[in-house]
């Protein structure tokens, strides 16, 4: 989709998808290097923003650009939201950031690469350790949104780890 980063308002489809049990697919192997995937406890308001700069900003993700600091820390300090980074040779390549607020449901707030981590097969990995973090609590679906904004490879490696599409809507990202 060609977008107009000049525009106010960029119109997109989200589709929202939704995943019932662990995941069935094979685990992924180990991606080569030095990797770790850590969750991020109680985050510096700069760091968070960062990661969320770094990874979305080629997508349009600007909701919480948008909050103040204090707000933003109020979201993702809550024990309700958990971050998890992946890291490659000692450095951030990735954020996905769980939402549990709801009873027995989890949702993928936010899941992506850094660019610089792009084509490296670092994606699956990434998505099926988020997922088995998120399988780890006492839910019983898992929940996770795309839109046309996002990389083109988002929908096809949600659904390739099991997610199945329930709803899509039009809508608009309203740029700050």
Known sequence: MSVNPSARRIPMTVTFMEMTAKPAALPPPIPRGKIAFLRSENPPIHFYRYLYDAVGRKYFWVDRKKLSDDKLAEIIHAPTNHLYILYTEGSPAGMAELDFRQDGVANIAYF???????????GYFFLYQTC?????????????????????????????????????????????
């Open 112 to 122: 992506g690469l850094m660019p610089e981590a792009l084509g490296k097969r670092l």
């Open 132 to 176: 088995l973090s998120a399988w780890s609590q006492p839910i019983s679906r898992l929940l996770v949104n795309t839109c046309t904004l996002d990389h083109p490879r988002a929908l096809p490696l949600y659904q390739r780890l099991g997610f199945t599409p329930y709803s899509r809507e039009e809508r608009f990202v309203e740029l700050p």
